[in-house]
């Protein structure tokens, strides 16, 4: 009797995995990855190339795709495609301490798991928007487009999204 319950929870199990392989999401994964210490766990830090030389960033995000509200692409001056983040009332509240106590430090953007641009904290940043500066391309337009509105635009709720603040 218990090897059979034990048989079905196994089998249920294996069945929802197998269901969720299948799915193809193409949602845009946007992180940022604040500097961290040589001297950090190196099971929770990666290095990285930056303009300054080696630095090594922290593998857990301190912002993520959950807390972005919108966005709004840009072309620079060499014609490079940069990405203008406009983040939730929480996220904004955390880039706000997170920029104040670390300026000087760098924070790397990844899109899409890869790395692009690191850049130096030189201010604190109070109006929740944080940038990739460069190295997007218009497919990844697309998918921000697909998933978040543009800044200063709303996007209708629907297709099992829920429009919050936070």
């Known amino acids: 009797m218990i090897r059979s319950a034990c048989l079905a929870l196994c089998a249920l199990a294996l069945a929802a995995h197998a269901d969720a392989a299948g799915k193809n999401d193409k949602s845009p994964v946007v992180s940022f990855h604040l500097e961290g210490h040589e001297t950090d766990n190196p099971k929770m830090i990666f290095p990285r190339e930056t303009k300054a030389g080696r630095k090594v960033f922290r593998r857990v995000p301190d912002i993520s795709a959950g807390d972005v509200q919108a966005f709004a692409p840009f072309f620079g001056e060499s014609g490079a495609i940069g990405i203008v983040f406009q983040l939730k009332a929480g996220a904004t509240r955390r880039l706000s301490a997170i920029s104040g106590s670390n300026i000087g430090s760098w924070i790397l953007p990844q899109f899409n798991g890869r790395p692009m641009e690191a850049m130096i904290i030189d201010t604190q940043v109070n109006d929740g928007q ?10 990844e337009i697309a998918q921000l487009d ?3 509105p543009r800044i200063g635009q709303q996007k209708p709720a629907g297709k099992g999204r829920k429009q919050s603040e936070d």
């Open 146 to 148: 697909a998933k978040y």
């Open 130 to 139: 944080i940038v990739i500066w460069n190295g997007v391309t218009p497919a």
